[in-house]
């Protein structure tokens, strides 16, 4: 046999194996998760009922409401062409991705061992085996995609204004801004990390990945059932946070009302997303008695200091010894309360990240705060600027990234993320 020959039959066999069954590891992994998930990918609206699969179609996209998952991988994309068509074509071909990609399925039709054998496959394999580890995308659009490129200004909503400079600001440009965003969450990282990935590599000469941020441990729930997770302060993070039962909440605070100044965001919200550096060595230092003084809750419960239990508002006027209240207006949750910013709340969905160390042998720790707001100029701006002013918090964090997206409504079947805004 010539050599191609006997090149063309080692691969011939590796393939039919693959697609046949002779490979047993090879197989299976692919009857758990791709195989799997190819059996709905045709009929995207059908729930699998499998309790790890999300749904992209809906009202709203996925990724805001549901449960919040233990990873996240977080990507901000500049448009690298001039052209509509290629945008809306990218848009398209992104949604099919995600469907696909939500039901454990490849991210194109072939999968990552079908397909033109003289082609790169249309997955890149990683996720082969894994369950769809109930992975959500989420897409959003940041203002620059509003400038002339695609004769998108006159859609631009006006909430969508830049994030003013907020005092003790460190913002790198390479962590912030950029066109596009795509917020992955799922229970498996590898899941996370493929699905950006594929996104990145469906998108190559339309798109350039700007910026990425991987994210470990939720640090808020979107539920009431589940317990609040740990900040890498060591507290309880979220416990106030808005839930997806509050339906009335989410309609005042999180969801974009019909009354919106651009109808296609309509059913959509805004992300915030904050890069937040903590020192976390210089805090481990600090007695338990500043620990609790600086966030206003107690440490092992997470209740006020005021009194009461983790879920009891907090009583800012209470006072203790020498009259002095019991917790201090300067704590984190006094300044960022409801009730000392004209009632407004965010449904917060943060992760921890950890990014190796710096020179000084420091672990590069904070939190990805990630914020869903019915309208940042509201929401977010007036509360992220008393927190920079007046929080105690302030003197162990350092906001290191910054990115303002509009999330556009969910995906109806037969459409693509984000068509209202191209449309007439
Ligand atoms: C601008 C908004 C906020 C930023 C930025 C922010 C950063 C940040 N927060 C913590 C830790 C905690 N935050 C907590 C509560 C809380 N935080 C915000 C807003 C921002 N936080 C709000 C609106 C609230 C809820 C206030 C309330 O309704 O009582 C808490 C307490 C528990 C909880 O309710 O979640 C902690 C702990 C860190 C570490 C951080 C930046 C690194
Ligand atoms: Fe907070």
Request: proline letters at 6%.
């Amino acid at each position: 046999m010539c050599e191609d020959a006997m090149g063309e039959e080692r691969r011939g066999i590796s393939r039919r194996g693959l697609i046949g069954g002779g490979a047993a590891l090879g197989v299976g992994a692919a009857a758990a998760g791709f195989g799997a998930g190819r059996a709905v990918a045709g009929d995207e609206s059908t729930s699998r009922g499998d309790a790890q699969a999300y749904e992209l179609y809906g009202v709203h996209q996925p990724g805001i409401v549901t449960p919040v998952q233990d990873r996240l991988h977080f990507a901000s994309f500049d448009v690298t062409t001039d052209s509509r068509a290629a945008l809306v074509g990218l848009l398209r071909e992104w949604t099919d991705a995600a469907a696909r990609m939500m039901h454990g399925a490849g991210a194109g039709p072939a999968g990552p061992t079908s397909g033109d054998y003289d082609a790169p496959p249309d997955d890149t394999g990683e996720a082969i085996g894994l369950p769809p580890s109930r992975l959500t995308l989420t897409f959003g659009f940041g203002a620059s995609l509003f400038d002339d490129r695609f004769g998108l200004s006159g859609k631009r909503p006006a909430a969508l204004e830049p994030l003013p400079h907020f005092p003790g600001d460190n913002l790198s440009p390479e962590r912030s801004h950029g066109d596009l965003c795509v917020q992955a969450c799922a229970d498996d990282p590898q899941v996370a990390v493929h699905a950006i990935r594929n996104l990145a590599r469906i998108g190559f000469g339309t798109v350039a990945l700007r910026w990425s941020q991987l994210g470990f441990g939720k640090t808020s729930t979107t539920t009431r059932d589940e317990a609040t997770p740990r900040n890498l302060f060591g507290f309880k993070d979220g416990t106030m946070n808005v839930k997806s039962a509050d339906r009335e909440a989410l309609g005042e605070h999180v969801w974009v009302g019909k009354d919106s100044d651009q109808p296609w965001m309509t059913d959509g919200s805004y992300l915030v997303a904050r890069r937040i550096s903590m020192t976390i060595e210089i805090w481990d230092r600090q007695p338990m008695r500043e620990q609790e003084r600086v966030v206003g809750r107690t440490k092992a419960e997470g209740a006020p200091l005021s009194g009461g239990a983790e879920h009891d508002q907090p009583d800012f006027a209470r006072t203790g010894r020498e009259d002095a209240p019991l917790v201090d207006p300067a704590a984190h949750v006094a300044i960022a309360h409801p009730d000392h910013n004209d009632g407004v709340r965010m449904l917060r969905r943060g992760y921890n990240f950890v990014d190796g160390s710096n020179d000084l042998g420091r672990m590069d720790a904070g939190l990805f705060f990630l914020a869903y707001v019915v309208d940042p100029r509201t929401h977010f701006t007036p509360v992220q600027m008393r927190l920079s002013t007046l929080d105690a918090m302030q003197e162990y964090v350092q906001h290191t990234g910054s990115g303002l997206f509009a999330i556009p409504p969910g995906v109806r079947k037969g459409e693509y993320v984000g068509q209202g805004l191209f449309s007439a």
